[in-house]
């Protein structure tokens, strides 16, 4: 199987200390700066997958610090640089406690709360006689609770998130705002390429400054689900289940061998066949999201690759 990166253990110049995200490491240098390493870990369900994905670091990196470029004249955000293929450089921020999802499309967990007869989601109220793919009359913003590692991401009402003073109301006007302005620039740009941006989410923090940026990844196929924009509305009209880019190709596969992060069930047996597919699925993904061919990054030693470029990169900082 082709080498890839699932868990880092780097010790940087003036390295404070490391946290471990679902498929993301991120390094503290110095309280100044943050070294996001985007590993070739694989998360569904909030649980992460025992076995790694050639080229997904790479690939949801490169898309990530793209849309960043593509967006930050309409939302400042965190990223300096991108010494590696793997990694991104930015300000250290203070994450709010929320990740702002917002969807255009009854699809995903909003289509499985609809199914079950729900017609409010995180205070949001849902028209009736919708179907599943459908287009909501207008994007609705459905927040949830960032979750420590291990356990679910809750829905939660903008009133929840007010009263509970998880974000004051003058930060959460700002949040709202720059969702709305970030998903309509994506679907300026997924239009672009032949794609629907269907739902995604942000997540924001503060610089010590005080200023309200983008951090962590935006518009990836881990973060976001795409349709394909060629046949929708014929595939909606009969009824058909739409074409997909994103991540959710994986849970279907879940499903299908009876796992969806519940308690008691076993992950199904990832061959290297269904591995491989996986990797050319997320190729597609880069390919068909921004436009362009995908360049492998040479991963015969990714760790040193990662460890040279990083600490490169710092030397030109001090």
Known sequence: MSNTIT???????????????????????????LVMVATDRLSAFDVVLPK??????????????????LTEDIVP?????????????????EPFKVEMVIRGYVSGH???????????????TMAEGLKENDKFPEPIITPTTKADNGSHDE???REDIL???????EDYIVLEKYTRDLFQRG??????????????KYEFGKTKDGVIVLIDEIHTPDSSR????????????????????????????????GFQGQDGQQIPEMTDAYIESVSERYIELYENILGEKFVKADIANIDQRIEKNVVEYLSTKE
């Open 7 to 33: 868990t880092t253990n780097f010790n940087f110049p003036d390295q404070k200390s490391v946290y471990r995200g679902k498929v993301r490491e991120v390094y503290n240098i110095n309280d100044d700066l």
């Open 52 to 69: 790694g994905i050639p080229y997904k670091g790479q690939i949801l990196n490169q898309i990530a610090t793209r849309f960043m470029e």
């Open 77 to 93: 955000n965190w990223l300096i640089a991108t010494p590696d293929p793997n990694v991104a450089v930015g300000h250290l921020c």
């Open 110 to 124: 909003a289509a499985r709360e609809y199914a079950a007869g729900k017609r409010q989601i995180c205070g949001v």
């Open 155 to 157: 829905d939660i009402s």
């Open 163 to 169: 009263a509970k003073g998880i974000v004051t109301e």
């Open 187 to 200: 679907t300026e740009i997924a239009s672009e390429r032949g794609l629907i941006l269907v739902d995604t």
């Open 226 to 257: 795409y349709f394909y924009a060629d046949g929708y509305q014929e595939r909606q009209d009969k009824g058909e289940e739409q074409k997909q880019l994103s991540k959710e190709f994986v849970r279907r596969w879940l499903i299908e061998n």
